[in-house]
């Protein structure tokens, strides 16, 4: 079975500084992986996904993840914290089965103080 | 990017009463359809995946009778609440996968209170 560990619930950073956003899975099969986030009272927006080609990953709004198998990790980075980056960010693995199903992580949510 | 969308953003219901919630692929053709439900300040939980044309496959645990999922088209999901309870309120998102995607495209989400 597959499962997805968010390591802290709450992680706050100052403007400018790194966000790290920690995520490690478990999987049977080779993983697709992906970062989601959440703004209050919306919807998920996809950051990024990891699909077994580059192991570094690019996203949108200058995020990126690398894909460490060997660490089972899909760690979330980005160099400089912007207060519009607060938000709810989930990890999340695809089983491959044919229908795409995602499980979650438990989410991290990212605080950025001036 | 996919875009989806749902309807209502907001809905305030009576207990007894069934709601309806729709999903919509809005720019492309949606093989497969996923339902969430998050709680507060909680991760989503998956109740329910459906195909077009044929019955959703649901979540253990959750009914089937309560929450009926109908995918009649390509483009189009809908949740029906069935009589609903007080905590049957939640946040309920949906989510579409397209053909020969492997990305999941999720709507702006459905607030349901029950009174």
């Known amino acids: 079975a597959q499962s997805v560990t968010q390591l802290g619930s709450h992680v706050s950073v100052s403007e400018g500084a790194l966000v790290l956003l920690r995520c490690n899975y478990s999987s049977s099969v080779p993983p697709y992986l992906f970062w989601y986030v959440q703004y209050p009272n919306q919807g998920l927006q996809l950051l990024l996904k990891y699909t077994s080609a580059a192991t570094l990953v690019k996203g949108i709004n200058g995020f990126e993840a690398e894909f460490k198998k060997s660490e089972t990790s899909f760690h979330l980075t980005k160099p400089s914290a912007h207060m519009s980056d607060a938000a709810e960010y989930f990890c999340a693995v695809s089983d491959r089965d044919g229908y795409n199903k995602l499980i979650f992580g438990a989410g991290t949510r990212l605080a950025v103080h001036p | 990017g996919a875009v989806v969308s749902q309807h209502p953003s907001r809905v305030i219901c009576k207990s007894g009463t069934s709601v309806k919630i729709e999903c919509r692929s809005l720019d492309f053709q949606a093989t497969t359809m996923f339902w969430y439900r998050q709680f507060p300040k909680k991760s989503l939980m998956l109740m329910a995946t459906?195909?077009?044309?044929?019955?959703?496959?649901?979540e253990q645990g959750v009914e089937k009778d309560k929450f009926l999922i109908n995918h009649a088209s390509l483009t189009l999901s809908t949740l029906t609440v069935t009589s609903a309870h007080p905590e049957d309120s939640s946040f309920y998102i949906c989510?579409?996968?397209?053909?020969?995607?492997?990305?999941?495209?999720f709507g702006p989400g459905t607030r349901l209170t029950v009174l």
């Open positions: 459906s195909n077009e044309g044929s019955k959703a496959t649901y």
């Open positions: 989510s579409a996968i397209g053909k020969n995607t492997d990305t999941q495209y």
